[in-house]
């Protein structure tokens, strides 16, 4: 007890003389300096370190670029924030279509006042506990979309695809996507990689049956137009406007359509 006066008296003389001191000699100021210069430095990386991270979601970001490949799937698991504030009540009862949905899922469903289902496009055979749990509940499932889906008209109020339709021929395309527009009430999202893009380790192309194709944005308009898929500008302008305050740069092709009724 009768030390603590004394070692704070202590560290509050020794903060004031070496101060003093640093303004009289120089061989003071420089340690100083440089411990000053350490800890700014540590500040730096942390707030960088912290605001790179943004709750969890872009250090995905960063992984998911670092791989050398780029992940349509965990690309959209940064963008939630953002779409929800592009879609607001449209995101209460969202359907996610692509691999990795189990993680998805999980995501959307830590937002305030969200339900999510997930469809698998190919098999699971790494799912963990948490993925099987989701499966028993059956939130997930494992389905073939080149087959129409079993959910009714509107069963959704969003539906969320990525890295799903770029394995699909158009053969398949024309009946699928339609498909989509179909089972949801607000709208389609679809995210699909650039022409050119690396598709990321552990997507291999064995578990998909057909090498990826990604095609020209220009190709999908036209594709949307001939098969009566409308975009939603006020979904895009939305979108794009909370995107940009998050400066937040895309690597996906990202399309915003109205539903199919
Ligand atoms: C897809 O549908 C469009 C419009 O209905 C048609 O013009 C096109 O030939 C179809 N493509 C394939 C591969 O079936
Ligand atoms: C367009 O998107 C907005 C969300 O930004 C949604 O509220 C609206 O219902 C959509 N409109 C149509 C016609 O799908």
């Known amino acids: 007890m ?4 004394n070692t704070s008296r202590r560290f509050g003389d020794s903060v004031g ?42 250090d995905i ?5 670092l791989d050398g490949g780029v992940s349509c799937t965990l690309e959209l698991q940064t963008l939630i924030p953002i779409l929800k504030k592009a879609y607001g009540e449209s995101m209460r009862k969202v359907l996610h279509i692509g691999p990795e949905t189990c993680s998805v899922v999980s995501q959307i469903l830590k937002e305030d006042d969200t339900e999510a289902w997930g469809v698998e496009p190919y098999e699971m055979d790494d799912a963990d506990a948490n993925c099987k749990s989701l499966v028993r509940k059956g939130v997930v499932r494992v ?15 969003l539906v969320l695809v990525s890295d799903a339709l770029d394995y ?27 022409p050119g893009h690396k598709i990321a380790k552990g997507t291999e192309l064995s578990k ?8 020209s944005s220009s190709w999908w308009i036209r594709f949307f137009i001939q098969t009566r ?10 979108f794009e406007q909370a995107a940009a305050k998050k400066a937040y740069r895309p690597a996906c092709q990202i399309f915003h359509l109205k539903p199919l009724h």
């Open 17 to 58: 003389i070496p101060f003093v001191g640093a303004l009289h000699t120089k061989s003071r100021q420089s340690p100083l300096l440089s411990i000053g210069l350490v800890v700014v430095g540590a500040l730096l990386i942390l707030g960088y370190v912290y605001h790179g991270s943004g709750g969890g979601s872009g």
């Open 2 to 5: 009768s030390r603590r006066p």
């Open 61 to 65: 970001a960063a992984l998911n670029r």
């Open 229 to 238: 898929l409308e975009e939603n500008e006020t979904a895009i302008k939305k």
């Open 208 to 215: 998909f049956g057909r090498p990826a194709k990604f095609r």
């Open 168 to 194: 699909l021929s158009p053969r398949y395309l024309n009946k699928t996507v339609p498909e989509l527009a179909r089972v949801s009430a607000d709208g389609l999202v679809i995210l699909s990689g650039y």
């Open 143 to 157: 389905a073939d979309i080149k087959f129409p889906l079993p959910y009714k008209p509107k069963s959704f109020s």
